[in-house]
């Protein structure tokens, strides 16, 4: 390698940084830079991207190689991260859906509404669920067909419509974190539908960067040829990060919000929790309230647990489950993670990411690490000596490890539903993957599982309020997950209805019957339904006017939902195949306000 300073286009930052570089042993970057001002196209592609790379890491890229010696060093040696500390069963409180203590804490939740920011985190591809578009521009379900960014939006919107009865003309901010994957798209299904019904100055897209792929144990940057630094993604973490260098966070405090809310991308049920989960957060003053489900003891999900540190120290995070039950066994239970005989779950409850967080304190912290959250790295290795790779490693973060470096003083806490499908149906696994799961007992978190989940929800609020709903009499198959349930197929925007609450309040229960046989979709916002007999068939409430439905009788042919087989899946959309079912759409009707 030639010397540095006698390539006269680079400038003395550059040089400065190639450097750093030098000296944390990354020298093979500039093998191939031999005679000075030759093959200058493929030395300046390369030193752009070190300097983006070196932009987009809080503490540029030689701060990165020096956190990957430190990390790589501890996996060599086999470190236990947690060694040292004591678990325990941390501070919050289960809630059965759909009970009083659930729709109090929904309800003030609502009244928090106007103290609320949003957080989406979508920064994948629908890939590993067989379908190449954006997860968030997938259907919810296919009786409202309404995607995903539609459903979250209109979910923002009602809140928002909730919080300016107090305080008019207040908007709710939604940030979406995206990827170099899935930015451009994402702004495209936007731009298309005129985001959702809300104001473009509302919705502000954070791009989340890749960083540099290591390929040994002294975090050797990885190379794809002599121009191109080999990079993958840092993780959803990154969120936190992006949050603090853009200003946002700090701008939405400055604006009055006290609450920050953070969700993923498909999970069709998420505000059924997150609503009760900001009202759980301001009843008891946690700083950090992890949204969570019920977990059996071992089940490959991450744990919502309280370490207590040897000097006393304690932080409440998610420990994944492969390191949960090891702690336990080393040191309060010889038998590890086992369920409490009471309740037939761990005490440890599961963790969904979806957390509420105090924006003051979140602040405080940002500025104090400047959003850079504990990092982790999970290198292959090819031999015993553990510095040789089978492939290319990097570092990575999660969204849920930001508590970690909270002071003991916080209060951290967590909100348990206690029926899962209610709160978490997260669209996550292809059709084979979940079939497989469900013959092991495990949740399929399909697009399948996803969308009946739905049903069978809003069916049960129905009932909750009165309305007299058939039980289905049989259970079908879709993409070889046997023993469904197909409840009548119920849908409504959230601009609709978005609460327990809200729906009692425009639906009169004892004059609502649904047959088990029938599908409904209700778009209409000002819609109040006093008297429908759904007995068979199809039924849509549409209009932006008022409407009052009474007195109506609706039998039809209706809409079918049709079992694909291994065959007619690979003739239809994506987003069909990956369910399992198409919907032969035969009769519907319409009721719309009267014509003046």
Known sequence: ??????????????????????????????????????????????????????????????????????????????????????????????????????????????????????????????????????????????????????????????????????????????????????????????????????????????????????????????????????????????????????????????????????????????FNGLISAIGVSADKGFDVNSLAVPRKAKEAIGAITRLKGQDGSTMTINVEYNQLDPLLRDTVNPEGDVNDPKTGFSPFPGNINQLVLKLDTYCDELERHKGVIAEFVNPKYADESRTVFKKSTRLECMMQDFPKSLPSSATVGFTTINQVYAAYSPVKNNAEDAAAKAKGGNPPHSATSGELDRYKTNCEILSMIGCTVDTPEKTVSYNDIDNLTLWPRISWSPLFALTIQDVQDNIHGEGVHIGRDTSMYIS????????????????????????????????????????????????????????????DKRECKRITPPQP
């Open 1 to 270: 390698m030639m010397k540095i300073e006698e390539e006269t286009w680079l400038s003395q930052e550059d040089i400065a940084l190639i450097q750093k570089l030098i000296d944390l042993e990354q020298e093979h970057l500039f093998a191939s830079w031999t005679a000075p001002d030759q093959d200058q196209a493929k030395k300046k592609k390369l030193m752009e991207q070190i300097r983006h790379l070196d932009a987009n890491y809080s503490g540029g890229l030689a701060k990165y190689i020096e956190n990957a010696k430190v990390l790589l060093e501890h996996s060599r040696k086999g470190t236990n991260p947690l060694e040292g500390y004591t678990p325990e069963v941390p501070t919050g409180i289960s809630l059965d859906f759909g009970s009083q203590e659930y729709r109090d804490y929904e309800n003030k939740g609502v009244e928090e509404a106007g103290e609320c920011a949003f957080i989406l985190v979508a920064g994948g591809l629908g890939e590993r669920l067989g379908y190449s578009g954006i997860k968030v521009a997938l259907p919810v379900d296919l009786s409202s067909n309404m995607c995903f960014l539609q459903l979250y939006i209109e979910s923002i919107l009602a809140l928002q419509a909730k919080a300016q009865k107090k305080n008019p003309g207040r908007k709710l901010p939604l940030a979406i974190m995206t990827s170099g994957d899935t930015h451009d798209r994402t702004v495209a299904l936007l731009e298309e539908e005129e985001y959702f019904g809300m104001d473009k100055d509302q919705v502000i897209l954070m791009k989340q960067e890749k960083v540099a792929c290591l390929s040994d144990g002294n975090a050797r940057i990885a190379m794809e040829d002599d121009c191109t630094i080999q990079t993958k993604p840092h993780g959803h973490g990154d969120v936190h990060m992006l949050l603090h260098s853009l200003g946002i966070a700090k701008k939405w405090q400055q604006d009055g919000f006290k609450w920050l809310c953070f969700f993923q991308d498909t999970n069709g049920q998420a």
């Open 524 to 583: 209409a916002p000002h819609a109040t339904i006093t008297g429908l007999n759904l007995q068979k068939g199809r039924v849509e409430i549409q209009g932006s006017d008022s409407i009052e439905v009474t007195g109506e009788v609706v039998n039809n042919h209706g809409w079918d939902w049709v079992a694909l087989n291994k065959t007619t899946r690979n003739t239809v959309p994506e987003e069909l195949a990956i369910r399992g079912f198409i919907v």
